[in-house]
Each structure stands twice: as C-alpha cells, then as structure tokens.
Nanobody
Framework: QVRLVESGGGSVQAGGSLTLSCAASYTSGYPSEKDCMAWFRQAPGKGREGVAF???????KYIDSGKGRFTISKDNARNTLILQLDSLKPEDTGMYFC??????????????????WGRGSQVTVST
C-alpha cells in the first residue's frame, strides 16, 4: 500500500510563494527505478493537469506556465516530494494533488497513468 499526504497549501497574494509537501509512506510497493512522482492541479470546473514531474532517475519536467517559477524536488531520506511555487499568479489557483506511478519508464502528463493519489491541498492566489 502507498499513502500520499499533501500539506503546505494556503492563500497568498499574486507574486507570493508557497511550498507544498507530499509525504509518502509504503507498507508494500516500494519505489523502484521506474517510479515517477508528480504534482497535478485542478481548478474549479476544469480537468486535472500535470504541473511538475520527477522521475526516479532525477529528471524533472514542468508545465510550460510553471517553468522558471515552480521547482520539484524530493527529500529521499524523508520520502517527501516537494513543490516550491514562486511568483504565483491567480491562474495557479486550484487543488494540488500529489501522485505516483510505480511503472513509469518516464513521466507522462496523463492522470490515468498514476496509480496512487493524495487527497489534495488547496492553493488560492488572489490579485
């Protein structure tokens, strides 16, 4: 079993920063070299979109609108995935979900490719 728990969301003004964390715990199905962890977000009335991805090989990818503003990293000692959000814009508002795929040759943006999900953490950016 894999459990993902997000924290760190909140409300900020445009231009501000937030740090999201995703604590992963495993009772089985431990990550391997084919593991991808990602952050998705979902705005009201919209579908879930991939924001940032990190493969077990250390490679990272970002949504175009997040390049230069978002940074994904992983604290392996604590099994925690981190998303640093800087220069936030109102359009970044949404529920942010942590997700994991344990059978990923590379990270892909389709939500259906991820087997495990957290419950989400709300990010609200005001003007």
């Amino acid at each position: 079993q894999v459990r993902l728990v997000e924290s760190g969301g909140g409300s900020v003004q445009a231009g501000g920063s937030l740090t999201l964390s995703c604590a992963a715990s495993y009772t089985s199905g431990y990550p391997s070299e084919k593991d991808c962890m990602a952050w998705f977000r979902q705005a009201p009335g919209k579908g879930r979109e991939g924001v940032a991805f990190r493969h077990a090989d250390g490679s990272t990818k970002y949504i175009d609108s997040g390049k230069g503003r978002f940074t994904i990293s992983k604290d392996n000692a604590r099994n925690t995935l981190i998303l640093q959000l800087d220069s936030l814009k109102p359009e970044d508002t949404g529920m942010y979900f942590c997700a994991e795929s344990q059978d990923a040759k590379w990270c892909v943006p389709q939500p259906a490719a991820y087997e495990f999900w957290g419950r989400g953490s709300q990010v609200t950016v005001s003007t």
